[in-house]
């Protein structure tokens, strides 16, 4: 057994007893953004969180103890993304990129954001024509540093 069968796993039993991940989160006690993530396959979960998880999708002590192993992040199956929501992600990325990165070193000076010093909120927002994604991305600024 791998950290992808426990995702598997995962995945299958919260289909199966028609879970939310907003209601995972609450049992967690994190944001529904990270605990989906580590549910993923993406996050290291500590000994309490693996356990609630695994009581939680009825995983058997070996999966537990995986969902404690530091994964292999990036979970894109290929470089170009072919799921149609991810492709927009990227294609927002190749569109808006260098106007982000632009905006950032003019306010920030020179460096990056943190996606690991980081959180994200994602929500409905009601809109009359149309619902909308709201997705906010706070991500600690990191400077280069000159030595």
Not at 16 to 25: E, L, P, R, S, T
Not at 54 to 61: E, H, R, T, W
Not at 75 to 84: F, K, R
Not at 108 to 113: H, R
Request: aromatic content about 10%.
């Amino acid at each position: 057994m791998n950290r992808n069968d426990v995702t598997e796993m995962i995945i299958a039993a919260k289909i199966q007893k028609g879970i939310k991940w907003g209601d995972v989160a609450k049992k967690i006690g994190l944001s529904k953004e990270w605990v989906t993530a580590g549910c993923l396959g993406q996050m290291t979960f500590d000994k309490k969180q693996a356990a609630i998880i695994g009581k939680i999708f009825a995983l058997s002590p070996e999966a537990v103890a995986l969902l404690q192993v530091v994964p292999y992040k990036g979970s894109l199956p290929t470089a170009v993304p072919t799921d149609p929501l991810i492709y927009r992600w990227y294609e927002i990325v190749n569109v808006y990129g260098s106007t982000i990165k632009e905006l950032i070193h003019e306010e920030f000076g020179d460096g990056i954001m943190s996606a690991i010093d980081f959180s994200m909120d994602i929500k409905r927002e009601p809109d009359p024509k149309g619902d909308r994604v709201n997705v906010v991305l706070s991500g600690k600024f990191l400077p280069y540093k000159t030595y």
